[in-house]
Nanobody, 123 residues
C-alpha cells in the first residue's frame, strides 16, 4: 500500500516556473514506477511524465523540454520541475504510483493516486 501527497501547486504567471513535490509512504518506494498526470476542467486526465528503474524518464510531447521529472528514493519523493509555463498547463496535477516497471502513460496502469494539487497559469 502506498499513500501519495502532492504539494507545490499555486498561481504563476505565464513563462514562470513551479516545482511540484510528491511524498510517498511505504518501504519499497524505489520499486515503483512514478508518474505525473494532470486534468484541466472539462478534459480527461492526461499523462505528463514518468520515471522508472532509477533514471529512466519519458514525457508527453506537450511538456518535453519544459518539464523535468526526478525522484529521490532515499526520501521517497518524486518531483516535477515545470519551466516556461503556459496557460494550457493550468490543471490539477496528480502524482501516481505503479507496481509494475515501465514507461507507463495510461492512467489505468497506475495503482495509487494522490489527491492532486492545483496549478494555475495566468497571463
Amino acid at each position: 500500500q502506498v499513500q501519495l501527497l502532492e504539494s507545490g501547486g499555486g498561481l504563476v504567471q505565464a513563462g514562470g516556473s513551479l516545482r511540484l513535490s510528491c511524498a510517498a509512504s511505504g518501504r519499497t518506494f524505489s520499486r515503483y514506477t512514478m508518474g505525473w498526470f494532470r486534468q484541466a476542467p472539462g478534459k480527461e486526465r492526461e499523462f505528463v511524465a514518468v520515471t522508472w528503474s532509477g533514471t529512466w524518464t519519458s514525457y508527453a510531447d506537450s511538456v518535453k523540454g519544459r518539464f523535468t521529472i526526478s525522484r529521490d528514493n532515499g526520501k521517497s519523493m518524486v518531483y516535477l520541475q515545470m519551466n516556461a509555463l503556459q496557460l494550457e498547463d493550468t490543471a490539477v496535477y496528480y502524482c501516481a504510483a505503479a507496481t509494475g516497471i515501465g514507461a507507463y502513460t495510461l492512467a489505468y496502469q497506475y495503482n495509487y493516486w494522490g489527491p492532486g494539487t492545483q496549478v494555475t497559469v495566468s497571463s
